[in-house]
């Protein structure tokens, strides 16, 4: 008798166990699937998908154009397509000494400058004329003395495609035929290029100006997520506070990498619990509620007595947000939310402390680590300006993980560059309701001419 239900166990547990290998691998099949071994899209590979598998080039040859291939040159546009022209004619004959007249020359060495103006296209032709002296040398207009711009874009055109490509994310065959269609503005995927990348070059310095006033703010947010460029996982960064938001991106998220980003540890920082922070002072940190509360409802939706734990916390957490709005909206002053949150905080962290000596897999360990952060878990209480959650930061990051989606990163670090500036200095610029337009204009323009830049703060 005992055999034979013994038997009948057997047979049941091998039931399931055969059930469950088949779901398992019906699981593990669907977690495989890509936009290479089934109908899913490339969006839905996430970034860096296929960063473990280096890519196996075909040839040693480098990106872009090749020694010995065709170059192109932008053409110059037809007279009747001109706005203005500029005529630079020599003051005397370098063959005599002589003083020369305006004569002419029907054959002039033509330089084009196409920018936008009172937003339109605009086109500068300037104009360097020979003339010939009475002793019969030909003199023309020196290049040098003329002054021409090194670069047939001005400053105007340049911030309008950093702000095309750099601000509302358009790809650069788009705004190429954004460009074309609206303005009538012919420019090669090349020169787009080359034109963010003088944006970026003019960036730098109020890049430079907004770590310099981060560093120093009494409160900072910090936020990660990842970064590819040309397939390889990278990292993402975002540190702001209330007037300013720098971005980076890194190589990596590791400690030794990111500690340059947050300079010499002043204020007071807002994270989540990410063991990469340890290089700041606990008592000077705000850990994210609402990272808390994610985990807390993870508990939850477990079994007891996890579902238990995870429900006591979850009281205490909407306790908190309860008495933190409260003060927001004015209904209490900064000594009653302090009077509040007090009790809450001593059953919160003895009900941590219990999960903890339960020993239940999956959950004390977290409960653990909390614990561990106690010190700064409350920091909102008493500092003003602090808010118990990272919401600040997430919503900083937001914008750059939707260019991630739609550009799938970068291909180059120069790529990377322009990026993270021009999101450091439209992201700070609309904190400070300043023009970004205007101020990529005058950056633009203050690099081309050699004077100093213009101040991001004082926008």
């Avoid at 080039?57 to 090749?66: I, V």
């Avoid at 100006?209 to 975002?238: C, F, I, P, Y």
């Avoid at 005058?442 to 213009?454: D, I, Q």
Wanted: aromatic share 6%.
């Amino acid at each position: 008798m005992e055999t034979d239900e013994r038997d009948a166990r057997i047979a049941e547990l091998e039931d399931k166990v055969a059930k469950l290998e088949a779901l398992v691998a019906k699981l593990q099949e669907q977690l495989g699937q890509n936009s290479r071994n089934s109908h899913l899209p490339p969006s839905s590979d996430g970034p860096g998908a296929h960063s473990k598998k280096k890519r196996k080039s075909k040839t040693k040859r480098k990106r872009g154009g090749q020694k010995g291939h065709r170059g192109a040159h932008r053409q110059l546009l037809e007279p009747e397509r001109v706005d203005e022209f500029i005529d630079l004619f020599p003051e005397v004959c370098l063959g005599c000494g002589a003083s020369l007249p305006r004569l002419v020359d029907p054959d002039p060495r033509r330089h084009q400058l196409l920018d936008f103006v009172d937003g339109g296209a605009h086109v500068t032709e300037i104009r360097r004329h020979e003339v010939e002296c009475r002793c019969g040398h030909g003199t023309r207009m020196s290049y040098r003395d003329a002054k021409i711009p090194a670069s047939p874009f001005g400053p105007g055109l340049v911030a309008a495609v950093a702000v095309l490509t750099g601000v509302y994310h358009l790809s650069r065959r788009r705004a190429q035929s954004l460009l074309r269609e609206l303005f009538g503005v012919e420019l090669s995927l090349g020169a787009i290029s080359a034109m963010e990348d003088r944006a970026s070059a003019a960036l730098e310095p109020a890049v430079a100006e907004a770590q310099h006033e981060v560093e120093a703010a009494a409160v900072k947010h910090a936020d990660a997520t990842s970064w590819v460029r040309a397939g390889e996982l990278m990292s993402l960064w975002v540190l702001a506070s209330a007037t300013v938001t720098v971005y980076r991106i890194l190589a990596d998220g590791c400690r030794e990498t990111i500690e340059p980003l947050f300079g010499a540890c002043k204020g007071i920082l807002v994270s989540d619990r990410a063991t990469v922070f340890g290089f700041w002072l606990m008592a000077m940190r705000q850990i994210c509620w609402a990272h808390l509360l994610r985990k807390f409802v993870s508990f939850s939706e477990r079994a007891p007595p996890a579902r238990d734990i995870g429900d006591t916390l979850l009281g205490y957490t909407a306790l908190v947000f309860e008495y933190w709005h409260g003060y927001v909206d004015g209904k209490l002053t900064r000594a009653e939310l302090d009077h509040f949150i007090a009790p809450v905080r001593q059953q919160f962290e003895a009900t941590l402390a219990r999960a903890v000596a339960a020993d239940i897999k999956g959950l004390s360990g977290s409960c653990a680590n909390i614990l561990a952060h106690a010190e700064a878990l409350w920091t909102f209480v008493s500092h003003e300006g602090v808010e118990p959650t990272n919401n600040h930061a997430e919503r900083e990051l937001r914008a750059f993980v939707l260019w991630r989606k739609r550009s799938f990163g970068s291909r180059s670090e120069r790529g990377e560059r322009f990026a993270e500036r021009v999101m450091t200095v439209v992201h700070t610029l609309r904190k400070r309701g300043a023009a970004v337009l205007e101020f990529l204009v005058a950056s633009v323009g203050a690099r081309l001419e050699g004077a100093p830049p213009p101040s991001l703060l004082g926008a």
